[in-house]
C-alpha cells in the first residue's frame, strides 16, 4: 500500500492501524456519566492514574450530584487535594453539581453546549463525557492527540479547538470518541513526548516525523 498522500487520507490509516494495537478505553475509572464527568475535571493537569486513586474516597463520601453540591469545601479540597489544583477543582465541582440540580434535575446533560456552562468543563471534557458515556460524536483533544496529529500532519494548528475543527472532517462522526481514545494510548505507550519509540511504531512507514528525533 502506498502512503496515504492527504491528512484525511493518513487519518484514516492511523485509526485503522491503532484498531488493531488498542482498545478504545478510557483509563478514568467510572460507574455512571456523573462519575465520569467528576473524574474528568479532576484529570486537568493531572495524570489518570492519580486521578483513579482519588476518586474511590471522593464517590464513597459524595457518590451524587445532591452529595457533593453540599460538600463542606474544606473536607473536598482534602480529599482531591493529590490533583493538584485542588481549591479551584474542589470550587468547580461543586458548581457543576449545582448547576447539575438546578438546569438538568440532576442529570449528566448529553449537549455539548450544555456540558461546556458546568462549572469546570471544557470542550475536552464535554467530548470525553458524549463520547465515553454516551456513545456521542465527540473528539477530545488532549495533549497527546495534539502532539500525534502534528507529528503525522494531520494539522499545524497548536491550539486544541482549531485542532479539533480540523481533525472532525478527516474521522467518521461516531468513531471520533474511539479516534481520540486510541491515538492518546498510542502517545502513552510509544509515541512519548520525548524519545518517542518510533521503531515499535506500527504508522512508521508513513508519519512524517518518523525516526526525527
Same mark, same amino acid.
Request: hydrophobic letters at 35%; a negative charge; one cysteine or more.
Given at each position: 500500500?502506498?502512503?496515504?498522500?492527504?491528512?484525511?487520507?493518513?487519518?484514516?490509516?492511523?485509526?485503522?492501524?491503532?484498531?488493531?494495537?488498542?482498545?478504545?478505553?478510557?483509563?478514568?475509572?467510572?460507574?455512571?456519566?456523573? &462519575?465520569?464527568? /467528576?473524574? #474528568?475535571? !479532576? $484529570?486537568?493537569?493531572?495524570?489518570?492514574?492519580? =486521578?483513579?486513586?482519588? +476518586?474511590?474516597?471522593?464517590?464513597?463520601?459524595?457518590?451524587?450530584?445532591?452529595?457533593?453540591?453540599?460538600?463542606?469545601?474544606?473536607?473536598?479540597?482534602?480529599?482531591?487535594?493529590?490533583?493538584?489544583?485542588?481549591?479551584?477543582?474542589?470550587?468547580?465541582?461543586?458548581?457543576?453539581?449545582?448547576?447539575?440540580?438546578?438546569?438538568? &434535575?440532576?442529570? /449528566?446533560? #448529553?449537549? !455539548? $453546549?450544555?456540558?461546556?456552562?458546568?462549572?469546570? =468543563?471544557?470542550?475536552? +471534557?464535554?467530548?470525553?463525557?458524549?463520547?465515553?458515556?454516551?456513545?456521542?460524536?465527540?473528539?477530545?483533544?488532549?495533549?497527546?492527540?495534539?502532539?500525534?496529529?502534528?507529528?503525522?500532519?494531520?494539522?499545524?494548528?497548536?491550539?486544541?479547538?482549531?485542532?479539533?475543527?480540523?481533525?472532525?472532517?478527516?474521522?467518521?462522526?461516531? &468513531?471520533?470518541?474511539?479516534?481520540?481514545?486510541?491515538?492518546?494510548?498510542?502517545?502513552?505507550?510509544?509515541?512519548?513526548?520525548?524519545?518517542?519509540?518510533?521503531?515499535?511504531?506500527?504508522?512508521?512507514?508513513?508519519?512524517?516525523?518518523?525516526?526525527?528525533?
Amino acid at each position: 500500500m502506498g502512503k496515504p498522500r492527504s491528512p484525511k487520507g493518513r487519518a484514516k490509516l492511523v485509526h485503522e492501524r491503532l484498531k488493531d494495537e488498542y482498545d478504545a478505553v478510557c483509563e478514568l475509572n467510572h460507574r455512571s456519566p456523573f &462519575e465520569l464527568l /467528576v473524574a #474528568t475535571i !479532576l $484529570s486537568a493537569q493531572c495524570t489518570d492514574v492519580r =486521578v483513579n486513586k482519588t +476518586t474511590p474516597a471522593l464517590f464513597n463520601r459524595y457518590p451524587d450530584p445532591i452529595d457533593l453540591a453540599a460538600a463542606d469545601s474544606q473536607a473536598l479540597e482534602e480529599l482531591v487535594h493529590a490533583t493538584g489544583f485542588y481549591k479551584s477543582k474542589a470550587k468547580n465541582l461543586m458548581k457543576m453539581s449545582n448547576q447539575l440540580l438546578e438546569e438538568h &434535575e440532576g442529570e /449528566v446533560p #448529553t449537549s !455539548l $453546549s450544555d456540558l461546556v456552562k458546568l462549572g469546570g =468543563v471544557g470542550r475536552k +471534557t464535554a467530548n470525553v463525557i458524549r463520547s465515553v458515556a454516551f456513545g456521542l460524536p465527540g473528539l477530545p483533544v488532549d495533549t497527546h492527540v495534539g502532539r500525534l496529529a502534528r507529528r503525522l500532519g494531520l494539522t499545524e494548528e497548536e491550539d486544541p479547538v482549531k485542532v479539533e475543527m480540523e481533525l472532525n472532517p478527516m474521522v467518521p462522526e461516531y &468513531e471520533r470518541g474511539e479516534f481520540s481514545l486510541r491515538v492518546i494510548l498510542h502517545g502513552r505507550q510509544v509515541c512519548f513526548a520525548r524519545n518517542p519509540q518510533c521503531e515499535d511504531c506500527v504508522l512508521n512507514d508513513f508519519c512524517p516525523a518518523a525516526f526525527d528525533f
